[in-house]
């Protein structure tokens, strides 16, 4: 979908802009913005478009070859959009992801994107999504209700009340 004055309401904007994130297409991507539009996927990445928003996608694309995005509900109002989406692909790809190396992980997370639209392009985009669980679908944190996951709790658990007596004991000096 390319961007004109027939697609400038949120809802068209956002799907437009989902198909060709869908696509894999930087290219049709980046037009979707506004120049020096910002997105950040909160809690992995901020972006700013052009530079860094290509960067990023473009290791995303080689690192997911077979990356795959659905749109699965758009709701607009305004120059809002919120998009829930589904994504999915495979880890088998070129370079790294995150700092993680490629290791054919499997990765099948849900998110769900509000955009902020002006004059048909996207001025700001805030992504949500479960990090922790795509993490554990890469490898980089253990499965839920695993050993390894209540041997980490139990870990991060006795730092704590270490720590917590090191301050008492400070304190009672």
């Known amino acids: 979908m390319a961007i004109n004055s027939e697609t400038t309401d949120a809802a068209s904007v956002a799907r437009g802009y989902f198909e060709a994130v869908g696509r894999r297409d930087l290219d049709a991507m980046t037009a979707f913005y506004e120049p020096g ?4 996927i909160h809690g992995l990445v901020e972006l ?29 109002t305004g120059d809002k959009a919120a998009v829930r989406w589904s994504a999915t692909g495979h880890f088998d ?26 004059e048909g392009r996207i001025h700001r985009n805030d992504a949500y999504m ?6 554990r ?9 695993s050993a390894a996951e209540k041997a980490m709790t139990a870990a991060l658990n006795l730092k ?8 008492s004991r400070r304190a009672a000096r």
């Open 37 to 40: 539009g910002t997105g950040e």
């Open 48 to 76: 700013r478009v052009p530079d860094s928003y290509r960067a990023w996608f473009g290791g995303l694309f080689r690192a997911f070859p077979d990356f795959k995005m659905e749109i699965l509900d758009v709701m607009a």
């Open 93 to 118: 790809g070129e370079g790294s992801f995150e700092g993680l190396l490629p290791n054919g992980a499997r990765v099948d997370v849900q998110g769900c994107d509000v955009l902020t639209i002006r």
């Open 130 to 135: 479960n990090g922790a669980e795509m993490a």
């Open 137 to 145: 679908q890469l490898g980089a944190l253990p499965p839920a209700g």
């Open 160 to 167: 704590t009340r270490l720590a917590e007596a090191l301050r």
